[in-house]
C-alpha cells in the first residue's frame, strides 16, 4: 500500500512539474512576443505554446587532445557549446563568414543544419561542455529556427548557461537514461531556462511567414511527422496545403528553411541518429525502420551531413563530441 502511494505521488508531482513547465513556457515565449509585434501573432503563438516541447536531447563533456580537427558537419538539433579550457577556431557556412576564435569559458550557439568545423588551437588538452536542444512547435517545427541568435554569446547570458550545463553534468547525458522522476524534472527545468536565456539574445528571423501561412502548411507538417517513413511526393503534400507545388515548395522552404526532401530527410537522420546511439540495429535495420531500404544510399546521405559514416559514429563516442563542438 505504501510502495502504491509513493508511486501515485511520484505521477502527481510529474504531472505538476509538466502542467507547470508548460506554463512558464508559455509566459517567456508571450513576454518576448512584446518585443517582436511584427513578427507573430499573440494569441496563435500562445495557442502554438500549450503543446510545445522544450527539450534537452543530450549532454556531453568532453576533452580533445593539442592539434585535434573537428570534422565539417551539420547536426539536426540546435547546440549550445561551453569552452571549458582551451581555445578553438570555428568555421561555419554559408561560405565566406569570417571564423570564430573561441576563448576559454565562451559559449556558443550553433543552429540546426548549420555546418560547421572547429580547430582546437591550444597545446594542451580542449575541454567543453554541449547540449542539444529542441524546441518544438506544430508537429516538428523549429521555433529556435524562426529566431536570429548570434553565435557567441553575451557575457551575462554565456554566465547563467555555464550554471546550468554545470547541472547538467550532473545528470545522464540522455533524459532516455534518466532513473528517476526528480532526474527527468531537473531536464525539464533546465531546458526551459537555456530557452528563456536564448530570448535574451534573439531576433526575429528575416523573411519568415506569417502565421496564416503557417496555418496552411500545418496539416502537411502533421502529415509528414506521422508518415516520414513513407515515400511522399511533394505533389501529394502540396495538395494537402491546396496550393500548387511551387507555391508549396517556397512557402514550405520559407517556414521551415528546407525544401520538403531535405526537411523529410533531417526528419530521417534525426531518428538514425537516436537508433545509431540508444539501439543495436544495423544500419540495414535502422534504415529500413526510418524509410531506406538501401543502406548504402543511407550512409551516404549520412556521411554528407556528419561527416563520417554512421558506423564511425556510433562507434566513437569522442568522434561524435568532436562533431558538436
Request: net charge positive; proline share 6%.
Amino acid at each position: 500500500m505504501n510502495k502504491a502511494l509513493i508511486c501515485m505521488k511520484d505521477h502527481l508531482i510529474l504531472a505538476f512539474s509538466m502542467y507547470s513547465f508548460s506554463r512558464i513556457c508559455i509566459f517567456a515565449a508571450m513576454k518576448y512576443c512584446n518585443r517582436m509585434d511584427n513578427f507573430m501573432n499573440h494569441g496563435r503563438m500562445l495557442e502554438l505554446f500549450r503543446t510545445s516541447q522544450v527539450r534537452c536531447r543530450q549532454v556531453i563533456h568532453h576533452f580533445s587532445p593539442a592539434g585535434a580537427q573537428g570534422g565539417r558537419s551539420a547536426r539536426p538539433y540546435p547546440s549550445i557549446v561551453w569552452l571549458k579550457q582551451g581555445r578553438v577556431r570555428t568555421h561555419t557556412d554559408p561560405p565566406g563568414t569570417p571564423p570564430l576564435l573561441r576563448e576559454e569559458n565562451s559559449v556558443v550557439y550553433h543552429p540546426a543544419n548549420r555546418r560547421k568545423q572547429s580547430e582546437f588551437l591550444s597545446e594542451g588538452v580542449t575541454e567543453f561542455v554541449a547540449v542539444t536542444l529542441s524546441c518544438e512547435i506544430a508537429s516538428g517545427i523549429d521555433f529556435l529556427g524562426f529566431l536570429t541568435i548570434p553565435t557567441l554569446l553575451k557575457e551575462e547570458t554565456a554566465a547563467g548557461m555555464r550554471e546550468l550545463l554545470t547541472r547538467l553534468l550532473k545528470l545522464p547525458p540522455f533524459p532516455e537514461e534518466a532513473t528517476d522522476i526528480g532526474e527527468l524534472i531537473e531536464y525539464r527545468e533546465i531546458a526551459l531556462a537555456l530557452f528563456r536565456l536564448l530570448l535574451t539574445e534573439a531576433g526575429p528571423g528575416e523573411q519568415r511567414p506569417e502565421f496564416s501561412e503557417l496555418d496552411r502548411l500545418l496539416p502537411v507538417m502533421e502529415y509528414i511527422a506521422r508518415h516520414y517513413t513513407r515515400t511522399l511526393r511533394v505533389e501529394q503534400l502540396a495538395e494537402l496545403a491546396r496550393l500548387s507545388r511551387p507555391q508549396f515548395h517556397r512557402q514550405f522552404k520559407a517556414l521551415t528553411g528546407l525544401s520538403p526532401f531535405e526537411y523529410i530527410k533531417r526528419k530521417r537522420m534525426r531518428q538514425v541518429e537516436f537508433l545509431l546511439i540508444h539501439s543495436d540495429l544495423t544500419i540495414a535495420e535502422i534504415g529500413r525502420e526510418v524509410g531506406w531500404e538501401d543502406q548504402f544510399h543511407l550512409s551516404r546521405l549520412f556521411k554528407e551531413l556528419y561527416g563520417v559514416p554512421p558506423l564511425t559514429f556510433r562507434k566513437n563516442r569522442k568522434l561524435r563530441g568532436d562533431l558538436l563542438i
